[in-house]
């Protein structure tokens, strides 16, 4: 199976401030991989397909970028909703699967 | 509005069996694939099962195979996981989700248990 690895496990961050997320794959995916937010008690939601793509309704502040085995999650300018666990998840190969999350909380 | 809606969940003990449905409205469901996602307490995601929108393919994830069944019926609107063999590592909350591999529109879920 392919594994994911994100980094950092926890990025503590202020609103106003830029977020990189990094997502590594064992192995190749091309460029399906995706991004998910999820808060508590919430079921995730897709921001980002295919690496790059903005899901419908996503604010402009999130981008992702990469391709290959190495990926970027990035939020522009966080605000204050911003605050959750990010997942990323390739769905190249099946089984599909998830990183262990990186959560962004508040400094 | 895309609304999916699981139900089935609870508290069953090892060994047991649960059937989940999800009922899916405001889409086209038969044009869609969807798959079960789980996640345990605590813990990250993890892919448990897609299904085509003719239900003519499958895929389980290895650690539910032979035990986990999916299904759909078009004509209802509905997406199921039959759960047999339930073991402790099956507890987790179960998502149904729009998509067969970056589902783009997600239900609550619904909470399965499995204890003595």
């Known amino acids: 199976d392919i594994v994911l690895t994100q980094s950092p496990a926890t990025l503590s961050l202020s609103p106003g401030d830029r977020a990189t997320l990094s997502c590594r794959a064992s192995?190749?995916?091309?460029?399906?991989l995706a991004w998910y937010q999820q808060k508590p008690g919430q079921a995730p939601r897709l921001l980002i397909y295919?690496?790059?793509n903005r899901a419908t309704g996503i604010p402009a502040r999130f981008s992702g970028s990469g391709s290959g085995t190495d990926f970027t999650l990035t939020i522009s300018s966080l605000e204050p909703e911003d605050f959750a666990v990010y997942y990323c998840q390739q769905c190249s190969i099946w089984p599909y699967t998830f990183g262990p999350g990186t959560t962004v909380d508040i400094k | 509005e895309v609304q999916l809606l699981e139900s089935g969940g609870g508290l069953v003990q090892p060994g047991g069996s649960l059937r989940l449905s999800c009922a899916a409205s405001?889409?086209?469901?038969?044009?869609?694939?969807m798959s079960w996602v789980r996640q345990a307490p605590g813990k990250g995601l993890e892919w448990v099962a897609n299904i085509k929108q003719d239900g003519s393919d499958k895929n389980y994830v290895d650690s539910v195979k032979g035990r986990f069944t999916i299904s759909r019926d078009n004509a209802k609107n509905s997406l199921y996981l039959q759960m047999n063999s339930l073991r402790a590592e099956d507890t987790a909350m179960y998502y149904c989700?729009?998509?067969?591999?970056?589902?783009?529109?997600w239900g609550q879920g619904t909470l399965v248990t499995v204890s003595s």
């Open positions: 192995q190749r995916v091309r460029s399906y």
């Open positions: 295919d690496a790059s």
């Open positions: 989700a729009r998509g067969g591999s970056r589902p783009d529109y």
């Open positions: 405001g889409f086209t469901f038969s044009s869609n694939w």
